[in-house]
């Protein structure tokens, strides 16, 4: 029996994140699932795989191969189907050129889910391969907080059971105006509706004032807690042992908090009331942070991971975007900036080197 293409969910980018979401909506059954391979050696990986995901979850290991799966570096897209349901959980410094070859398959009647880490790839995207409103696919994105670690290719540990948040994103073209109608997408509820029928993803719809203001936070804890692991090379629950690491955190959020309160009250249609702009004060803000620190004590940070492994960070889309950001609205970032230059040199630093390293900050570290 042929399935209309407006059912399939395709998904584009299988690390660890992209691997779990296609398996939890295989075994769902609640829509056919087509996995998007765009490297030569992922074929390859997929084939030693026996074309299968496998999720070990409390010691138990859970096989799906109901997948059907594309060569998206051979086919000619003028001739391949429409996407209508489309994740992407690519890295975010690889989205537009991996969405790059399917841009004449998506279209107004698209929904794009965007599942990744920092901030910045819906405007990239737009800017490079959606600029017509007229035409452009409906974005969403979410906001993840299971924890998964790769065992091999195509097969990963669910150690952390968490959630998917997910809510409308709007490019910034489109902020401070009222929201596209959803009706011009063929289903922008399907997608959505796949995805919380998956109980291992324990998906739930956010507004869009909601979804915003839990990336901003978020992205507020991978700005303190990825960067800093990382230079200081320790796990996240032993970031805050040093009164200095703490006072430094503290500088990048002074910096974060006005950046972030600046983008939520831009992109909101209504002035935003005091209730909501306190989501990102200095105090709330270093609160939700030691909380996360916390409840990852022992977990190795995936900017630390990436760095160990030898692989390119996220930093330019995480404490990068805090920069530019503050470059629009008249922020000065210059320790955030200090991070990203940091991470890109591949710096480790001692806490006695603080005070030198950030001698700019109008500070006593003793």
């Known amino acids: 029996m042929n399935v209309p293409t407006y059912k399939t969910i395709h998904i584009l980018g299988l690390g660890n994140l992209g691997k779990l979401t296609a398996h939890y909506l295989a075994a769902s059954k609640s829509a056919p699932v087509t996995l998007l391979l765009h490297r030569s050696e992922q074929v390859n990986q997929w084939d030693e795989a026996g074309r299968s995901i496998t999720v070990t979850t409390n010691g138990h290991s859970h096989i799906e191969s109901t997948f059907q799966y594309e060569k998206t570096f051979e086919s000619d897209p003028g001739h391949a189907s429409q996407i209508h349901n489309l994740i992407v959980a690519t890295k975010t410094y690889a989205t537009t050129e991996a969405l790059r070859p399917l841009r004449p398959r998506l279209n107004a009647d698209s929904t794009i889910l965007f599942l990744q880490n920092g901030m910045g790839t819906v405007d990239e ?60 997408a063929a289903s922008p509820k399907y997608l959505l509706q796949c995805l919380c029928k998956a109980p291992g993803l324990s998906t739930s719809e956010e507004s869009e004032e909601a979804i915003l203001r839990i990336q901003l936070q978020k992205l507020a804890i991978n700005a303190v807690i990825n960067p800093l692991t990382t230079i200081f090379d320790c796990l996240n629950g032993q970031l805050f042992d040093n009164p200095r690491r703490l006072a430094l955190s503290r500088l990048l959020l002074s910096e974060i908090s006005s950046v972030i309160s600046s983008v939520f009250a831009s992109s909101m ?38 760095m160990l492994n030898g692989r390119r960070t996220e930093i330019d889309h995480i404490n990068g975007y805090i920069v530019e950001q503050g470059a629009k609205f008249g922020v000065d970032c210059s320790m955030n900036q200090m991070m990203v230059q940091l991470i890109n040199e591949k710096r480790k630093l001692a806490d006695a080197e603080i005070p030198e390293i950030f001698s700019g900050a109008k500070r006593d570290w003793n």
């Open 125 to 184: 995207v737009t800017s490079s391969l959606f600029t017509t409103p007229s035409v452009r696919p409906h974005y969403y994105t979410g906001i993840v907080t299971h924890g998964v670690y790769t065992k091999r290719a195509f097969s990963v540990v669910h150690a952390g059971h968490g959630s998917i948040r997910v809510g409308a994103a709007r490019p910034s073209d489109e902020r401070g105006s009222l929201t596209p109608s959803l009706a011009r």
């Open 269 to 306: 249609r209504e002035k935003s009331d005091s209730k909501a702009m306190s989501n990102f004060s200095i105090p709330i803000l270093e609160q939700i942070v030691l909380e996360a620190a916390n409840q990852t004590a022992e977990n190795i940070s995936s900017m630390r991971q990436e």
